[in-house]
C-alpha cells in the first residue's frame, strides 16, 4: 500500500518513554516505533503516532440506505458508501475479513484525499455518505477532515461501537446516524469471538444515543452462541430500559464465513422468534435481516398498526408517512426524512 507523505498525525495519543499509547478505543495499545496497534490503523513513526489508513479507500459504493441498515433514517434514498482497512476487534465469523483483517486478506487499497472523495460523492448527486464495511472509528481523522470540509453532507457510520468517549463524542459531533452493531449479549461471547468487552460497546451506544444521533442496533444470530431467547430478552429489555423502545433493532441471519465455515446459517425459525421476543419485551421497531420473511421488514406504527413503509429486500415503498408521522393516526415516528 502506498504511504502519505508527509504521514498525518493520529489523533488522541500520548507519548510514554519510547513508545506511544493509542487512546482512540479501549484496548489503550502500546505502539513502539515500527510497529501497529491492533487495528492496523496506527503506526509509530519515530516521532510521532500516525493515522497509517488516512485517505486510505478499500472499498466504494452507492448503496440503498437500508443496506446499512438503516430503515428509519431517510428511507428509500442512496448512500455513498466508502471502506477502508482494519478492525479493532477480531471476529471470528467477520464477513468483511479481507479487509478488516487486512494482514490476512492484503486488500489493495487507493489513496483519495477528503476533497476527492467529497468530489466523487457530489457527482453522484448524493448528500449521504456512508462510512462503512471495516471500522470506521479508527478512521477518525479522516471522517473528521472530511466533514469539517463540507458540513453540508449527511455523515452515517456503520460501527461496533468499540472507541472511547471522547472521540466518540467528537464523532457525533458530525455525524447524523449509527448502525451500532451490538454482536451478542454477554462478556464471554464478546471475549472469545470478538477480542473485546460488552460494557464498552454498549457505553457507546447509551453515548451516542444521549447526543441525539439517530441510533439503530444490529444483532448477528450465530446459532449456539449468541442466540438464546434468555440473552435477545436480556438484550431487548435493556434497548427498552437504557434506550428507548422506539429504537430500531435488526436481527440478522449468519452464514458461515472467516474462521467459522463450521457453524450452520441461522434458521428463520430463531430469527422470527428473536423478532417475537424483543417485540413482547416492549421495543416497537424490530426486524429480520439477511433473509426474505413476509412483513419482517415492514415499518408499523406502534399506535395504530398501520404499516407506514414496506420493504422486499432493498425495494421500499412508503405507503402512509405524513412527515415524521404516521398519515392515518398522526402518530410521531421515530423516523428521520
Known sequence: MASINPPVEAAYYTREEGLYRCELCPHRCRIRPGSY??????????DMLAAYTYGKLSSICVDPIEKKPLYHFHPGEKTFSVGSVGCNMTCRHCQNFAIAQYSTGKKRTTYVSPEKLIGMCRNERLDIISFTYNEPTIWYEYIMDVMDLDPDLTCVLVTNGLANERPMKDLCKVTSAMNIDVKGFTDDFYMKICGAHLEDVLRSVKLVFDQKVHVELTYLMIPGLNDSMSEIREFAVWVRNTLSE??????????????????????????????????????????????????????????????????????????????????CCKHRLNIVR
Open 246 to 327: 422506539d429504537v430500531p433493532v435488526h436481527f440478522t441471519r449468519f452464514h458461515p464465513d472467516n474462521e467459522m465455515n463450521d457453524v450452520q446459517w441461522t434458521s428463520p425459525e430463531s430469527l422470527i422468534a428473536a423478532r417475537d421476543t424483543a417485540i413482547s419485551a416492549g421495543l416497537n421497531y424490530v426486524y429480520i435481516g439477511n433473509i426474505l420473511a413476509e412483513g419482517t421488514s415492514d415499518t408499523y406504527c406502534p399506535e395504530c398498526g398501520t404499516a407506514v413503509v414496506k420493504r422486499l429486500g432493498y425495494l421500499v415503498d412508503i405507503e402512509a408517512l405524513d412527515g415524521r408521522r404516521c398519515a
Open 37 to 46: 496497534g491492533r487495528c492496523g490503523s496506527r503506526y509509530g513513526e519515530e
